[in-house]
């Protein structure tokens, strides 16, 4: 495989342990120091913040990402995806409005960067506004 191909193949694990509720998995493909730049918030740094960052998650929501399109640069030091979050708000998250199990569809992205078959970096972005709409609707 290609430097892109791998780190393709990298990122499509990633989701797919996302997906399929495996948080673990999902730490494994990431650098002890990976960068996390939460949409909207703060950049946390190291497995230890991210796995707390998950936990945190998924008492709060539910989410599946579907229509999930992954591009990777050549020398697959970067990434990209795009896809679309369909999701529930189980839990009132701090700061946000009162959770009652409000479901809702978001387009979103992400950036990476990957070092030594790893992703070192992850950046979301989602439309809060967009969010914020339809579960206050």
């Known amino acids: 495989m290609t ?3 791998t780190t393709t193949a990298l990122i499509a694990a990633y989701y797919a342990a996302f997906n399929d ?3 673990q998995a999902m730490l494994d493909l990431l650098s002890d120091d990976v960068a996390h730049d939460i949409n909207q918030g703060e950049r946390e740094t190291g497995r230890p913040a991210f796995a707390r960052f998950l936990g945190h998650m998924n008492v709060s929501y539910r989410e599946r990402l ?7 640069n050549q020398d697959g030091s970067r990434a990209a995806a795009e896809f679309v979050v369909h999701g529930e708000y189980l839990q009132t ?3 946000l409005p009162e959770a009652c199990g409000q479901r809702y ?3 979103a992205g992400a950036f990476f960067e990957v ?3 790893k992703i070192a ?4 972005y989602y439309n809060l506004q967009d969010w914020l709409r339809q579960v206050s609707a």
């Open 3 to 5: 430097p892109a191909e």
């Open 21 to 23: 509720g495996q948080p």
């Open 66 to 72: 579907a229509d999930i399109v992954i591009m990777a």
């Open 93 to 95: 998250d701090p700061g």
């Open 105 to 107: 569809i978001l387009p």
């Open 115 to 117: 070092r030594a078959g």
């Open 121 to 124: 970096r992850v950046s979301n």
